[in-house]
């Protein structure tokens, strides 16, 4: 069965240091992989999609096939980073998506 | 103003009641589903639905019933055949079209069982 795995809880990083968020999956095809990101007091959002190769509030995740893995990262953190993030995988368009436990982010001033 | 509505905020269940959550949508979105959230664990699928008058079991359907009879509602029953209900439910809903994959959330409902 296809599975999502973040293997940090907590990640806590300094105010403009790198930041990498870590998302590996299990599944042998292609899949569309996501980040949804959870602030403080609001609803669970998408952050960006793999197929849309953008920036999104300075960050970027790579999809890498080989090493079935999906990482976050940012290169330089900000205290409003601070939150929940959720990798998700869906195999194909019509099947359900499914997420990872979730790493929260920490940007310590 | 577009959205997913979920209701109620907060449920106060006591044990051996059933309890039905409500999710509507006016975003003229296919697919529904109902997500568990508990601290470490993420999100676990209860429930989705592609289309109406038909719905699929998640990862752990077990003591959950929804039912699909409107393109904008999906609600939710916490059955008391649901060993350990409390915690924070998240209705969301998606085009369902292919190329459209983008889960859209509702606030949450947080259940307590006393």
């Known amino acids: 069965a296809q599975r999502v795995t973040q293997p940090e809880k907590l990640l806590s990083v300094f105010k403009g240091a790198p930041v990498e968020l870590k998302c590996n999956y299990s599944y042998s095809g292609s899949p569309e992989l996501f980040w949804y990101v959870q602030y403080s007091r609001q609803r669970l959002q998408l952050l960006l999609r793999h197929i849309s190769r953008e920036s999104i509030k300075g960050f970027t995740a790579d999809l890498n096939k080989g090493e079935t893995s999906f990482h976050l990262k940012k290169p330089f953190a900000q205290e409003e980073d601070s939150a929940m993030y959720y990798c998700?995988?869906?195999?194909?368009?019509?099947?359900?998506?499914?997420f990872g436990p979730g790493t929260s982010l920490s940007v310590i001033p | 103003d577009g959205g997913i509505t979920q209701s109620p905020k907060y449920l106060f269940r006591k044990e051996g009641q059933n309890v039905t959550l409500s999710c509507e949508q006016n975003?003229?979105?296919?697919?529904m589903y109902w997500y568990r959230q508990d601290p470490g664990q993420g999100l676990r699928l209860i429930y989705y639905s592609q289309i109406v008058n038909d719905f699929q079991k998640g990862d752990i359907a077990e003591g959950y019933s929804v039912s699909r009879e409107k393109k904008e509602s999906f609600p939710l029953t916490v059955t008391s055949a649901q060993k350990n209900p409390t915690a924070f439910y998240l209705c969301a809903s998606s085009t369902g079209s292919a190329g459209a994959n983008v889960l859209t959330f509702g606030a949450g409902s947080r259940l307590t069982v006393l």
């Open positions: 975003l003229n979105h296919d697919a």
């Open positions: 998700a995988l869906k195999r194909t368009s019509y099947d359900k998506v499914i």
